[in-house]
């Protein structure tokens, strides 16, 4: 990362210049070598991150964008792809995030409908809800509005304000963390946190290597994407309340070995700290027809929501309609399972849906709720137990018939997980559309 000064190649805009008519959609960009394609079949995020930030766009979008296209604004129009020759690159994708592969003029962008902006350089985008956005398979996204070269320079010019004050306070040191600084400053995240958290990390890192700026990368885009299950929370990192610290652990948690010392360090107390640490996994691998999650929490469909206005399933990231219901919300707390109180369900149902911020936490609640209703409904048959589930059992009893009469204790394990799996396709199909678009769900 740097904060060298902007070219002085003007932008051929303001930044308050919108969509036109004349858009081009489809542009001939510069393509992509045979050797590189193959390679993005396979590649690794980390691989990936280690392409220079002006020449990634073109390898995850239709047509090869190249930056450059975007920041002069000849193009204002991508689709994302991450599907090279019939190979879908699964780690590539839930690991890419718009804030890596759009150049820094990019202030504003609308997808589906959403409007999205970035408030710093090097920011992740957030709509009106504070949520990130994330980019998806075959995700179209608009240019909506790009910072002009004097925007771009007092940006610069404060950032380097910062990066030098806090130089000066540290003057007495002898550390090199002059990058992980610059890094701080031009995502948006207080500098003496992000030394806090991650100079451990890094300090034996060799000083500019490539290893090196890569990791850093990934942390601080880590700092954005666990931002992203709080959004309530008012980025106030001195402030101790409850939702800066789960904030911390998680973040802690994440990218930190000795994560409950430096959590310590920051002054949480260790009853936080211990009953953080002993919130329970409940994702667990399954295969062929059934859901593959080992780490859903980069998943995040809610960007999606105007592309299927009618499902609920989309707006909530709760593909089973998982409905609001406060006990069940107490138990959801108690295993330190993160949610919200989602949109309203129809008016001629009561409460509202459970909404999640991700799909780890939805698959956690889920595959509790359902070991909930197996203990209670042990004795019973799967079809008092499909009645009990769902509004309409019908497709349930279509589906399934064959084991509509017998108990659920004399149903194997993989015959329930088949059904968890079809429930999704039957409450949810645009969602489980998407899911399949990953191979998540076959």
Not at 71 to 100: C, H, I, M, P
Request: proline fraction near 3%; glycine fraction near 2%.
């Amino acid at each position: 990362m740097s904060l060298d000064k902007l070219k002085q190649s003007e932008v051929k805009t303001s930044n308050e210049t919108q969509i036109s008519p004349e858009t081009k959609t489809s542009p001939e960009g510069q393509k992509v070598s045979d050797e590189t394609r193959e390679k993005l079949k396979t590649i690794s995020s980390r691989e990936f991150l280690k392409i220079p930030e002006r020449d990634r766009l073109k390898h995850i979008t239709k047509f090869q964008i190249d930056s450059s296209k975007i920041s002069s604004w000849e193009v204002k129009e991508v689709d994302f792809s991450f599907t090279f020759d019939g190979r879908f690159n699964k780690e590539l994708y839930l690991r890419t995030t718009a804030g890596q592969v759009l150049p820094k003029e990019v202030k504003e962008v609308k997808v589906w409908e959403e409007i999205y902006t970035r408030t710093w350089l090097k920011w992740e985008f957030y709509n009106s809800q504070n949520r990130r956005l994330t980019i998806h398979e075959d995700t179209k996204l608009q240019v909506t509005k790009l910072r002009d070269t004097k925007e771009i320079s007092d940006i610069e010019t404060k950032n380097i304000t910062i990066f030098s004050d806090y130089k000066k306070e540290n003057k007495d040191t002898q550390l090199n963390f002059d990058d992980l600084l610059k890094w701080a400053i031009d995502k948006g995240i207080d500098p003496k946190f992000a030394m806090f958290l991650f100079w451990d990390i890094v300090k034996d890192m060799p000083i500019l290597s490539i290893d090196r700026q890569v990791k850093l990368e990934e942390l601080l885009t880590t700092y954005h994407r666990i931002k992203n299950n709080f959004p309530n929370w008012n980025w106030n990192i001195l402030e101790d309340t409850e939702e800066r610290n789960n904030f911390v652990l998680s973040l802690l948690k994440e990218t930190n070995e000795n994560w409950k010392e430096k959590a310590k360090e920051y002054g949480i107390k260790e009853e936080q700290i211990e009953k953080y640490a002993s919130r329970k996994k409940w994702i667990f691998v399954l295969d062929f027809d059934k859901i593959i999650g080992s780490n859903l929490s980069w998943l995040d469909f809610r960007p999606l929501a105007s592309k299927y206005p009618n499902e609920a399933s989309i707006k909530n990231n709760n593909p089973a309609w998982l409905t609001w219901n406060p006990t069940f919300a107490n138990t959801l707390d108690a295993y330190g399972i993160n949610y919200y109180k989602g949109t309203s369900r129809p008016s001629v149902e009561w409460w509202s849906y459970f909404g999640f911020t991700n799909m780890e936490e939805w698959l956690n609640a889920f595959n509790l709720l359902w070991d909930i209703k197996l203990n209670k409904m042990w004795d019973k048959t799967f079809g008092q137990f499909a009645q009990n589930w769902a509004v309409d059992f019908t497709p349930y009893r279509n589906t399934f018939w064959e084991h509509w009469n017998t108990r659920l204790k004399d149903l194997d394990p993989k015959t329930i997980d088949t059904i968890k799996s079809a429930q999704m396709r039957i409450e949810s199909p645009g969602m489980h559309k998407e899911l399949s678009k990953l191979w998540v769900v076959v």
